[in-house]
């Protein structure tokens, strides 16, 4: 079940001469010309403390948001993701495009967009996405899928007749500011290509970056 990679040109140090989110973004619109399906989606991994000590968690989400100060992602605030994000504020989110042979790898700390933002966001996603946001209280259990298509009929029944859906109190942004970030390039014999950028003084703080070549 392994893949051989290579054919285009190897990953080098200077493709990162300008910073990370140029490049990131250009191997995202490589994906989206590529055809491949949620080009911006994003496995982010959190940390969820137990009894029994600190556990990792991962579940896939989407960038809404690319700068220099980092991805940005919308979720309900209540989920799981938001109480382990509330605990620890810090993750790791990686976007895989195994058919191209490119994956990047941020981690950093997450902080809430503001609720500007936020309302901007909000107002671009299609009505029944909204209605959706208002329908499901994310990670709690329910009963049956009957109960949840019943709260998707109760809420738009509610918003019947209003143009704006306000947005839920418990649902918004959150903005991953790197620390780190690695480019993967897949190479035959699996001598892979992998180039981490390092910014101890922020993501923006290109001056102080370092870059290093990790052995596969």
Request: aromatic fraction near 8%.
């Amino acid at each position: 079940m392994r893949a051989e990679y290579g054919g285009d040109a190897d990953l080098a140090e200077d493709w990162l001469a300008d910073g990370w989110e140029p490049l990131l973004r250009n191997w995202i619109e490589l994906a989206t010309r590529a055809g491949i399906a949620e080009p911006n989606a994003m496995v982010l991994a959190t940390v969820e403390l137990t009894d029994g000590g600190p556990r990792p968690a991962s579940r896939t989400v989407l960038c809404k948001g690319l700068s220099a100060e980092g991805v940005t992602f919308y979720t309900n605030y209540e989920s799981a993701k938001g109480a382990h994000l509330h605990a620890v504020p810090y993750a790791s989110a990686t976007f895989v495009w195994p058919k191209l042979g490119r994956q990047v790898t941020l981690r950093g700390r997450v902080d809430q967009v503001s609720s500007a933002a936020t309302t901007a966001y909000w107002r671009s996603r299609p009505r029944n996405s909204q209605l959706g946001a208002w329908a499901s209280h994310q990670s709690r259990a329910v009963a049956s899928r009957a109960a949840l298509d019943q709260a998707l009929a109760d809420v738009t029944a509610r918003f019947e007749g209003v143009e704006q859906i306000p947005v839920p109190a418990d649902w918004g942004g959150y903005l991953l500011r790197p620390e780190q970030i690695e480019f993967w390039q897949g190479r035959r014999s699996r001598l892979h290509n992998r180039i981490r950028m390092t910014l101890p003084d922020g993501p923006a703080a290109l001056a102080t970056a370092r870059i290093e070549r990790l052995q596969p």
